[in-house]
């Protein structure tokens, strides 16, 4: 079993919907947790950043973590065809500062 | 913002030989890290760096090994390619606990 789990998708929704992205994890251990966005022949680029439990808003996103049933979630709001990418979740325990522990990501696509 | 440099977007090298892949960080972070992308497996850690000169395996090194002479700069050699190399390759630094940080990738083909 991977130790952070994350449905790929692909997950194709109307311009304007709100998107729901999850992972779940296995380690206890795990604190800090972070969504990436990669589009296309790009690399990874930071979107969300949690420690511990509860939600975080940046504009349209919200990241939650929910540490008592190990889930982590994304929400888009009003999503835009700008959003279309591949989403990664990851996390770290606090004494691992070094190395994070990936999910395999989620293809999404907003049509316009 | 910080700036991840890799130095080829992609590349084309031939079975057995030796690979030199580049990547450079304007933001004085301490740690330095290599990855490969491949579908349905995500990101997987090759090699990581925490200071100069300083190295430790990831999940997959074998194959591999990193030089890291200078702050700024983690390179990553494969000694004698194979085509269970082709892959995209990605670089990130982080600061201390901070977030780690992309380069564009590096996309390998191996003949």
């Known amino acids: 079993q991977k130790e952070v789990e994350q449905d790929p998708g692909p997950l194709s929704v109307p311009e304007g919907a709100i998107v729901s992205l999850n992972c779940t994890y296995s380690?206890?251990?795990?604190?800090?947790f972070m969504w990436y966005r990669q589009y296309s022949r790009k690399g990874p680029e930071l979107l969300m950043y949690?420690?511990?439990?509860g939600n975080k808003e940046d504009g349209r996103f919200t990241a939650q973590v929910d540490k008592s049933s190990k889930y982590i979630s994304l929400f888009i709001r009003d999503s835009q065809p700008s959003d279309s990418a591949t989403y990664l979740c990851?996390?770290?325990?606090?004494?691992?500062?070094?190395?994070?522990?990936f999910g395999s990501g989620t293809q999404l696509t907003v049509l316009p | 913002d910080v700036k991840v440099t890799q130095s080829s977007r992609y590349l084309v090298k031939r079975t057995g030989e030796k690979v030199f892949l580049e990547c450079v960080q304007d933001?004085?972070?301490?740690?330095m890290f290599w990855y490969r992308q491949d579908p349905g497996l995500g990101l997987r850690l090759i090699y990581f760096s925490y200071d100069v000169k300083m190295k430790e395996k990831g999940d997959i090194p074998e194959g591999y090994s990193v030089s890291r002479e200078k702050k700024e700069r983690f390179s990553l050699i494969l000694e004698s390619a194979s085509t269970n190399q082709t892959s995209m390759y990605l670089c990130?630094?982080?600061?201390?606990?901070?977030?780690?940080?992309f380069g564009d990738g590096t996309r390998l083909s191996i003949l």
């Open positions: 380690n206890s251990a795990f604190q800090y």
């Open positions: 990851a996390s770290r325990d606090s004494g691992s500062a070094r190395q994070l522990t």
């Open positions: 990130a630094s982080s600061s201390r606990a901070q977030p780690q940080h």
């Open positions: 949690t420690y511990s439990s």
């Open positions: 933001m004085d972070h301490e740690n």
